[in-house]
């Protein structure tokens, strides 16, 4: 994708038609200086400037929460591309507007200790533990923060409330053994260190940590032992905040056969790298049915027809019964536009290997386009079965099982999935979308589905949440707090330039203003509810 997605971008766009304008807050803010950009790359500089000019066009439009959220995107831009101290001002703007809202004081403190203002990120941090106990990256970093400043027991006493709330994470574990490693308490610290270690045998980091530790108590032969044993894998910090924000363009390196390196560059969308690898893989073994496969594959996605289809036919007559082959030439056909020969050979492609996930997807898709609803979600429920803990077959088996008006077998579907997955985030909210907009549902299932979509949220505020928490609210008479959740859904496709996805949100924000509830867990012209074919590429986008 050209935009870059994360959690904080849980930004809310609302527009004039649903907000009337206030003055709230805006004496407490301060101007966001324009960072001099002459020296990033130009392709930083201009993402900057395209994402000020969105906060720019947005800024008189929105209020509250809403205006809080914009500030914080924008000051998250900065802070990936090192403007910190314009990205520290749009975060203290974003805290003042919102002073609940634990993320921006969160990332304010993370801004601060950038730049080295020690108590400035402390404030931060402790005002954002008051707002969220939860959210264990607060507690590790107030943790750091006071220990730099030589408030060790305090530190401390911030790791162990963290572990009577949660005592099965290793991450505050292995916090709190380095900190008594720190201060040479040698025997707490072997204590906690092995209890992180017990609970995320993965981290060998911390035999180092356990080495040094043993050193200091004298014991040189179980110091050798864990020394032996050391590896580079740290403890586990999950702060999709933060992590979203610096999310990396990373580019694997490319090893193996050219086939290989074919599959590699295909996954970065790098088509041309990946054509010409496949045609050293052919001209080294012309009769590789599974360059031709692939190949097939690539060629129809690129909308060379008479290629695609030519490598398709060659693979089919050297394997006529391999899965793969029957798959891609159905494939071929359906990428030019021919729906009906596409689906006998997907039918082929099941039968040969059942484990094969992507026919019964292709099936289903084709189905769906049919009008053939419940045959659609028979075959979708074959692609869970074979896709193991995947959660999108269960989404698509609801929806086939909604559009066949049948919402109630829907929520039975999810149901069974979560007996054995409960707690599988997205599951939960497919529950949550269909449970609020199931008119069978019950008042209960209706609660469940708040308590859910909040609890989701909470954890990881991101635009998929947010709009099942919208549904959520509008389902139990919350039309305002629906309203505002669904804002962040049309902000997040604003900024992407998808219009067409931000329309459709709209289309559901105008459902909660006149005190609608959706009938459908996802917007009308959602993939799950009228996938598309396949279709070639853009050919400039192919390039």
């Not at 032992?225 to 694997?252: E, R």
Request: with cysteine; aromatic share 6%.
């Amino acid at each position: 994708m050209s935009h870059t997605k994360f959690s904080l971008r849980a930004a809310v766009l609302i527009l004039i038609l649903f907000v009337a304008p206030t003055a709230f807050g805006e004496s407490l803010l301060k101007p966001v200086p324009q960072p001099d950009t002459a020296k990033l790359p130009p392709d930083v500089a201009k993402e900057l400037a395209s994402a000020r000019a969105a906060f720019e066009k947005a800024h008189g439009e929105l209020v509250g929460d809403q205006l809080a959220a914009a500030y914080a995107l924008l000051g998250a831009d900065y802070l990936k591309a090192g403007a910190l101290d314009a990205a520290a001002v749009a975060m203290y703007d974003a805290s003042q507007l919102a002073p609940k809202d634990a993320r921006w004081l969160y990332v304010s403190g993370v801004i601060a200790r950038e730049q080295k203002h020690s108590a400035d990120a402390r404030a931060n941090f402790e005002a954002a533990l008051v707002l969220d106990t939860n959210y264990l990256p607060i507690r590790y970093r107030l943790a750091d923060t006071l220990a730099d400043t030589g408030d060790f027991e305090g530190a401390k006493k911030i790791l162990l409330d963290g572990i009577k709330e949660h005592p099965e994470n290793a991450t505050l574990y292995a916090f709190l053994g380095r900190l008594e490693l720190k201060q040479r308490r040698y025997a707490p610290a072997i204590e906690h260190l092995q209890q992180a270690l017990k609970l995320q045998p993965s981290a060998t980091a911390l035999n180092k940590d356990l080495a040094d530790a043993y050193t200091g108590q004298g014991d040189k032969n179980t110091a050798a032992t864990f020394a032996s044993k050391t590896g580079d894998v740290p403890p586990l910090v999950d702060d999709p905040i933060i992590v979203g924000i610096y999310k990396p363009n990373t580019t694997p390196t490319l090893a193996g056969t050219p086939l290989q390196q074919a599959h590699v560059l295909l996954d970065q969308q790098q088509f041309g790298l990946a054509r010409g690898e496949l045609e050293l893989a052919l001209k080294a073994d012309a009769n590789d049915v599974d360059a031709l496969v692939l190949a097939a594959r690539l060629d129809a996605l690129l909308g060379h027809k008479a290629a695609a289809q030519d490598e398709a036919s060659r693979a089919l007559k050297l394997k006529p019964d391999d899965a793969a082959a029957n798959l891609s030439q159905g494939m071929v056909y359906e990428f030019a536009g021919d729906d009906k020969k596409a689906v006998p050979f997907y039918q082929r492609a099941s039968q040969l290997d059942a484990k094969l996930p992507d026919p019964y997807l292709l099936i289903g898709n084709s189905l769906m386009r049919q009008g053939r609803y419940a045959a659609a979600a028979e075959s979708y429920r074959k692609l869970a079965n074979v896709s193991g803990q995947a959660a999108e077959p269960e989404a698509r088996v609801a929806a086939a099982l909604v559009a066949a008006g049948n919402c109630r077998e829907a929520l039975t579907s999810i149901n069974t999935a979560l007996a054995k997955r409960a707690r599988d985030g997205e599951l939960l909210q497919i529950f949550v979308r269909v449970a609020s907009t199931c008119p069978t549902a019950t008042a209960q299932e209706r609660g469940m589905a708040l308590d859910y979509g909040q609890a989701l949220y909470k954890q990881r505020p991101e635009t998929a949440h947010a709009v099942a928490l919208a549904l959520a609210q509008a389902a139990n008479g919350k039309f305002d707090d629906a309203q505002k959740s669904q804002a962040e859904a049309i902000f997040d496709a604003e900024r992407s330039h998808d219009r067409q996805r931000a329309e459709n949100y709209r289309a559901i924000m105008r459902k909660y203003v006149a005190k609608q509830v959706p009938d459908k867990p996802w917007y009308a012209d959602h993939p799950y509810l009228k996938p598309p074919m396949l279709s070639p590429l853009d050919t400039k986008s192919s390039k």
